[in-house]
């Protein structure tokens, strides 16, 4: 079968290069079938490109990747799905039947499928879900509307195609994407990841995929994984196997607390990561795991590796005493910057979700919830006022409040090493 790929995300703080469906389109050319991909990232008219491209290249289905149902930030979200709904409708205007896939849609399927019209969808990797579901569609046979992508360990397995355009993402500060995991073990409180079976691409793979990019000329990437460190042993095989195939290279990466060792850091250190981003709330922040905590920022530090905190803050039971306790720890230490979040999107299946039902008190720190709508529409915990964080981050210059400004951490940390730079004479 022939199915039209299509990235509706034009949401440009930064852009973020659809790599999902460059790994698609490998799975596809493995199982027989052909692609077309529409780009819409930076589409002026978006309706009229869907149109053109299913005029031109006749596909048989439409394939939509759902990155976010929204914005995720509580300050001036953006909701994508009336969007998406409406490109379901343009492409149904054409006969075509839709699936949807992607991170987004994999926090809640039913509900994108019920709000957007589409007729099926797959939660989770979609590499051996969509040629599955193709193939029944061709053969007209009966196809469940959601499709499992978890649970098949060689999901992640087949070789990326380059079907993107590159150029205008890294034009506007946007970074070439790989992976090398998909799912979480642990379960943080807020999380749609967690709890979510882990599946590993070979690391020779990962190694092969950068070799090639790097000979195209691209020289920055950032890991697109949940975690890097979902595997302590996974995490050492696919270090050696990009510095034996792919040589340095500049990547940044995100990993939790535990696990790491010093072999892990300096394998990170030579293959040229330059930054992580480490995930911490209240409950890594315990005093009986603090020794850990500073060891892993010295480790990062003697590699020559800045490190960005992404810090959680106000969670259900925690008190301000508790949450400040945190932030005063994370002054004392080696970092380049925190970014504190006390804003939580809440989703169904999440620890924060099934305590808020399970008490009917935390209700008052939500907002936005509709029982008509449910948890679709953007529904925000908030138990810590914005002027609360305010004052404890007040002189602390590495600290930031999230949503205040449209940054990464990535682009974060690179504007100070260049702030550096000049400060100092050099670059």
């Known amino acids: 079968m022939h199915i039209l790929l299509i990235n509706p995300n034009r949401y440009r703080f930064p ?39 299913v005029e031109r290249c006749k596909p048989q289905l439409a394939g939509i990747t759902v990155r976010q149902i929204d914005t995720v930030l509580y300050q001036g979200n953006e909701f994508f799905l009336d969007q998406i709904r409406e490109y379901v409708r343009l492409i149904h205007g054409h006969g075509l039947g839709v699936v949807l896939g992607g991170s987004g849609f994999s926090v809640m399927p ?63 500060q ?18 749609t990841e967690g709890g979510k079976p882990p599946v590993f691409r070979g690391p020779e793979a990962t190694a092969a995929e950068i070799a090639g990019l790097k000979a195209m000329g691209f020289r920055d990437f950032h890991l697109c994984d949940s975690e890097f460190n ?28 535990e696990p790491f060792s010093e072999e892990l850091f300096k394998l990170l250190g030579a293959s040229g990561a330059g930054s992580i981003t480490l995930s911490l709330d209240a409950a890594f922040l315990k ?32 008190t301000p005493a508790r949450a400040k306790a945190c932030v005063d720890f994370l002054d004392t230490v080696e970092v380049a910057t925190v970014g504190v979040n006390a804003c939580y999107r809440i989703y169904p299946g999440t620890p924060l979700y099934d305590e808020i039902q399970g008490n009917g008190k935390l209700m008052q720190y939500v907002t936005g919830y509709d029982p008509a709508g449910g948890f679709l529409r953007p529904v925000f915990f908030n138990r810590l006022p914005e002027s609360a964080i305010g004052e404890m981050l007040r002189g602390r210059p590495k600290f930031r409040l999230e949503g205040a400004e449209m940054a990464t951490n990535y ?17």
């Open 15 to 53: 852009p973020v290069i659809p790599v999902a469906l460059e790994y698609l389109a490998g799975a596809l050319e493995r199982h027989g079938h052909t692609y077309t991909v529409l780009d819409l990232c930076f589409s002026e008219d978006p309706e009229a490109r869907i149109h053109e491209a």
């Open 411 to 427: 682009q974060r940390i690179g504007s100070a090493n260049k702030n550096k730079n000049r400060a100092s004479g050099s670059g």
């Open 110 to 172: 039913r509900e994108v499928l019920a709000y957007t019209g589409a007729e099926w969808g797959i939660a989770g990797p979609g590499e051996k879900a969509l040629p599955k579901l193709l193939n029944a569609v061709h053969k007209k046979r009966r196809v469940p509307r959601v499709l499992q992508g978890y649970g098949d360990e060689a999901c992640l397995g087949f070789p990326r195609k380059k079907v993107i355009d590159y150029s205008p993402y890294l034009a506007t």
């Open 230 to 257: 979902q595997s302590l042993e996974h995490c050492l095989a696919v270090c050696r196997a990009l510095i034996k195939r792919a040589g340095k290279i500049n990547w940044s990466l995100y990993m939790k607390p």
């Open 287 to 318: 005093k009986d795991r603090q020794k850990s905590i500073r060891r892993f920022f010295q480790l990062a530090h003697e590699s020559g590796i800045k490190v960005a905190v992404d810090l959680s803050l106000g969670g259900p039971g925690e």
């Open 174 to 191: 946007g970074i070439v994407g790989f992976r090398t995991s998909g799912g979480c073990t642990e379960h943080c409180f807020f999380c």
